[in-house]
């Protein structure tokens, strides 16, 4: 009952649901499709969150990734995984704290607050503002070490706000139910302030991640008096400093690729399609501020009508490349996909995934990148399923794929399925660029 109960919650919250790596010849700006006006993102200024040091009473609950507090006269729900084949295990990226709350059912009727992290080794799939009507805009605000962002909006007739945090590697939600029949929570009550001040990981990985996020956010303090002059000279020092580190090659994304994608871990209507694989294609254009566009398709879809499109940032990463990370996007660009199998269009928010091409399972095979992300239906909870990509530049051979060590990738066999009869062809013909789909490159074989 408490599985059903918990996959009802689900379907009735399915817009904060949280789930869950060089490029060829450049173009100039105006050959590439223009960027969207995005709006002014500017700060709207800090709130004053001051509680006047009354003390609250409660305790700490720990999921296993992450704990909150949980004042008097609330209570903790700890979220069943509904993705799991076993109805007693718990998802330790979910919490929801209830006010008032005694059991399951007061999660349709009562204020709760339900937070969702994703960790240096997990993922958070953000909810979309689009999603919801009658949205507002939410200052942004501090509580405690976190500075949350997000809106107001309204889903099926309930009232929701909506709360962002990103610091790094950690990230974390809060979808707040804030007026029901029974009974109201705002952010100005001491209690909510106390529960989003308190949200702080418990793994050592991600406690670490993010005291190294927040250390670095940090001015360093200056002295309060001068520091007393020396009356010797310093002694200048015997060795010379180390260089600045030189500034990541961004231009190394520019350009077409192409590879293969597959399907894991897939649950409902895409249960069938567990461990198959379609060749990929792929363009990224890369911009003058270090943003880009990526899309990309495969044998049942074509450039104009993309399985993924996604405006990225690039940053500084691991290596000489730095990290391409998504900043909005959408799975199911227009909602089509294999012949008569239509996948509902998922959006897609900042931090959905990021690809550094020297930390994954392919980065000791040169110039090769490895992109992993989540689909959940949108309409849908139980529709899922982890996306892989595996990308070279158009033009680069494979032997070193073919032939290599495999041992710690997602299969033995990392090679397109199609690269013998239709990509090492094409390169044979002389085909210098990407074709705009894959019918397109069998045209040009059988000319």
Not at 62 to 90: C, I, L, R, Y
Request: negative net charge; aromatic residues 14%; proline residues 5%.
């Amino acid at each position: 009952m408490k599985k059903l109960l918990c996959i009802l919650l689900v379907i009735a919250m399915l817009f904060s649901l949280a789930a869950c790596s060089g490029g060829g010849g450049g173009s100039d700006d105006d050959d590439r499709p223009s960027k969207t006006d995005k709006g002014d993102k500017g700060d709207k200024g800090d709130k004053d969150n001051d509680d006047g040091g009354k003390e609250i009473a409660g305790t700490y609950y720990d999921t296993g990734s992450f704990k909150a507090f949980v004042p008097e006269g609330w209570k903790e729900f700890p979220q069943h995984d509904v993705f799991s084949d076993d109805p007693n295990e718990m998802d330790p990226d979910a919490l929801t704290i209830c006010k008032g709350g005694s059991d399951d059912w007061d999660l349709f009727t009562k204020p709760n607050i339900r937070i969702t992290y994703g960790g240096a080794h997990t993922s958070l799939y953000m909810a979309d503002e689009s999603w919801y009507e009658d949205t507002e805009t939410i200052e942004k605000f501090v509580t405690g070490d976190h500075v949350w962002t997000g809106f107001k909006g309204t889903s099926y007739g309930v009232k929701y706000i909506i709360l962002f945090e990103d610091k790094g590697e950690i990230q974390y939600q809060a979808s707040l139910m804030y007026e029901t029949d029974n009974g109201k929570i705002s952010l100005d009550d001491a209690d909510v302030q106390k529960i989003l001040a308190s949200i702080e990981p418990t793994n050592a990985d991600d406690i670490a991640a993010q005291a190294e996020h927040d250390g670095a956010d940090k001015p360093t303090e200056q002295p309060a008096e001068p520091t007393e002059q020396p009356t010797e000279p310093t002694e200048q020092p015997t060795e010379p400093t180390e260089p600045a580190t030189p500034a990541a090659d961004f231009g190394w994304w520019e350009g077409e690729w192409y590879g293969w994608w597959c399907i894991t871990d897939a649950s409902g209507n895409y249960e069938k399609f567990n461990d198959y694989a379609w060749d990929a294609y792929a363009t990224i254009y890369v911009y003058s501020d270090d943003t880009g566009l990526l899309m990309l398709w495969d044998m049942e879809t074509s450039k104009d009508t993309p399985l993924m499109t996604s405006w990225v940032t690039f940053e500084s990463g691991s290596g000489e490349h730095g990290t391409m990370v998504a900043d909005s996007g959408t799975f199911f660009d227009g909602g089509q996909w294999v012949p008569g199998w239509d996948g509902n269009s998922m959006n897609f928010d900042s931090n959905h995934w990021s690809v550094d091409p020297e930390v994954s399972s392919v980065s000791h095979f040169e110039n090769m990148i490895e992109l992993v992300g989540t689909y959940a239906d949108p309409d849908n909870a139980n529709d899922t399923f982890i996306y892989h990509f595996y990308l070279r530049p158009w033009g680069m051979l494979w032997d070193d794929v073919k032939t290599g060590d495999t041992s710690e990738c997602l299969y033995n066999d990392m090679m397109p399925f199609y690269y013998s009869e239709w990509y090492e062809p094409l390169l044979a013909l002389g085909v210098d660029y990407l074709p705009d789909s894959y019918d397109e490159g069998n045209e040009l074989l059988a000319d």
